[in-house]
C-alpha cells in the first residue's frame, strides 16, 4: 500500500535542484522562433498585403518555407551540438536569431524575399527550437521526465496568449516591422540573459564550462558520454521507425483537426460565437491533457499511456461524423481531440529519450521532428483534396480517426523500454 502511494505521488527533488532548468526551458518553447511565427503569423498578413500588396495565399506560403526551414535547422542542430556544446551553439542561435529578425524588417517589394526570411530564420536559429530544450529536461530529469516535458512544453500556451498580442500593439504603434523588432527583443532581452545564466548540465558547476566536467572531457565527449544508442544504431532501429510512422499519422490528422474544426462547426450551422466556445474548450482540454499524461508516462508503460491519449481524437472524429448538433458532444468532440493533440509532442520526446537514451537525442529526435514537420507540411494539401473532392468535411474525419487508431496502435509494438549502461547525468548531479 505504501509503495504503491509513492510510486503516485511526485518527487519534488528534481525540480528543487533544476527549477532554474524548468523555468528557462518553458521560456525558451514560448520564444522558440516556430511557435513565435506560427502563432503570431495571423497578426502580420492584412499589414503586409496592404504594406506590399501580397495576397492572402502567398502569404500563407510563409509558412510552408518556415517548416522547410526547420526540417533542416533539425537534422544539424544535434550535430553542432555535440561538435561545439549545447550551450555554446544556444547562445551562438539566439545571437544570429536577433540579427535575423532584425534583417527581416528590410523586406522588398519581392514575395521571395519573404519567404527568404521564413527558410533562413530557423536554420540560423536552429539552437533554439524545441528539440534544445527537450534534450535539456531529459538531462536534468529522470523520475519525473514526463512532467517536466508537459510542464516546459507548455510554454507554446503563453505563446498563443502573449505573442499575437504584442505583435498587434507594436504593429499599432508603428508598422509590420515592429513585430519582428519585438521577437528580436524577445530573444535578447529575456531569453539569452537567463540562457547566459540559467543554461548548464546536469554535474557541471555555473562556474566553469561545460567541456571541463571531469578529466578536462573535450566538448564533443560530454554529451557523448551519455548512455543510449549511436546515431546509426538507432536510424537502424525498427523501433526508431515505429515511432516515426505512428506519430507523423497522428500528426499529420492533428493538424487538420485544429486548422479545420471551427469551419467543420460552422458547416453544420453553428454560429461563428458557439464555434469559437467550442474551439476554446480544445485549448483547455490540450493544457490538462498535456500535464495529465505527463505525470502518467513517468508511472505506467509509456506506449499504453501514449496509445491511450492518441486514441482520443479519433473518438472526436467519430462524434463529428454522427452528424449531431447537440453542443455539449461537439464540445467534447473538441475537447477529446485536443487531450491527444497537446500529448503528441512530449509523448514524441519522451519516447526517444527512453527508449534510444539521450547520447544522440539531439540528431534522432531532429529525424524524427523533420519527418514530422513534413506530415505537417504536406497535410493541408491533402485536406484541401478531400475537400475539394468530397465537399465536405466527412472524407477529412474518416482519415483523420484512421490515423488516430492505427499510430496509436502501432506504438504498442514498442515493448519494453531497453536499460542503457550509465545513468542519466541528472543523477550525478
Not at 47 to 54: D, H, S, V
Not at 341 to 352: C, S
Not at 404 to 409: A, D, M, R, T
Request: charge should be positive; proline fraction near 4%.
Amino acid at each position: 500500500m505504501t509503495s504503491s502511494k509513492n510510486e503516485a505521488a511526485i518527487d519534488f527533488s528534481e525540480f528543487r535542484s533544476a527549477w532554474k532548468i524548468l523555468i528557462l526551458s518553458v521560456a525558451g518553447v514560448a520564444i522558440s522562433i516556430n511557435a513565435a511565427l506560427l502563432y503570431g503569423f495571423g497578426t502580420l498578413v492584412v499589414p503586409l498585403n496592404q504594406a506590399f500588396g501580397w495576397t492572402r495565399p502567398e502569404l500563407q506560403a510563409c509558412i510552408t518555407f518556415l517548416f522547410g526551414g526547420a526540417v533542416i535547422s533539425l537534422q544539424l542542430v544535434g550535430w553542432f551540438n555535440l561538435r561545439y556544446g549545447i550551450k555554446r551553439v544556444t547562445v551562438v542561435s539566439l545571437l544570429l536569431l536577433v540579427l535575423g529578425y532584425l534583417a527581416t524588417t528590410q523586406l522588398t517589394p519581392s514575395i521571395w524575399t519573404m519567404y527568404l526570411a521564413f527558410a533562413l530564420l530557423p536554420i540560423v536559429g536552429m539552437g533554439t527550437l524545441a528539440v534544445t530544450w527537450t534534450q535539456l529536461l531529459s538531462l536534468w530529469y529522470e523520475r519525473n521526465r514526463g512532467l517536466a516535458l508537459a510542464i516546459g512544453l507548455s510554454g507554446t500556451g503563453l505563446t498563443a496568449a502573449i505573442i499575437p498580442r504584442l505583435m498587434t500593439w507594436g504593429i499599432e504603434q508603428w508598422d509590420w516591422r515592429a513585430a519582428f523588432v519585438m521577437l528580436a527583443l524577445l530573444n535578447l532581452v529575456v531569453l539569452l540573459p537567463l540562457t547566459l545564466l540559467w543554461f548548464r548540465l546536469p554535474g557541471v558547476p555555473d562556474s566553469i564550462g561545460e567541456e571541463r566536467i571531469g578529466v578536462e572531457k573535450t566538448r564533443d565527449n560530454l554529451l557523448l558520454a551519455l548512455p543510449g544508442m549511436s546515431f546509426r544504431e538507432g536510424i537502424r532501429s525498427g523501433k526508431f521507425w515505429i515511432c516515426n510512422l505512428a506519430l507523423s499519422l497522428v500528426v499529420s490528422s492533428v493538424v487538420g483537426m485544429v486548422t479545420s474544426t471551427i469551419p467543420l462547426l460552422q458547416s453544420k450551422g453553428l454560429s461563428a460565437a458557439d464555434a469559437g466556445l467550442i474551439f476554446s474548450g480544445f485549448g483547455i482540454s490540450l493544457i490538462l491533457g498535456r500535464m495529465l499524461i505527463g505525470y502518467l508516462l513517468d508511472r505506467l508503460w509509456p506506449p499504453a499511456v501514449a496509445a491511450a491519449s492518441l486514441m482520443m481524437p479519433a473518438v472526436g472524429c467519430m462524434i463529428y461524423l454522427s452528424g449531431t448538433t447537440d453542443f455539449q458532444l461537439l464540445l467534447m468532440a473538441a475537447m477529446l481531440v485536443g487531450f491527444g493533440a497537446g500529448a503528441e509532442f512530449d509523448i514524441a520526446a519522451f519516447l526517444v529519450a527512453r527508449y534510444f537514451g539521450l547520447r544522440e537525442y539531439g540528431r534522432l529526435f531532429g529525424v524524427h521532428q523533420g519527418l514530422n514537420t513534413v506530415a505537417s507540411a504536406l497535410a493541408p494539401l491533402l485536406f484541401a483534396f478531400m475537400l475539394s473532392r468530397s465537399g465536405d468535411y466527412s472524407a477529412m474525419l474518416v482519415y483523420c480517426m484512421a490515423c488516430c487508431l492505427i499510430g496509436p496502435l502501432l506504438l504498442l509494438m514498442l515493448g519494453r523500454a531497453p536499460r542503457f549502461q550509465g545513468a542519466a547525468l541528472a543523477a550525478q548531479s
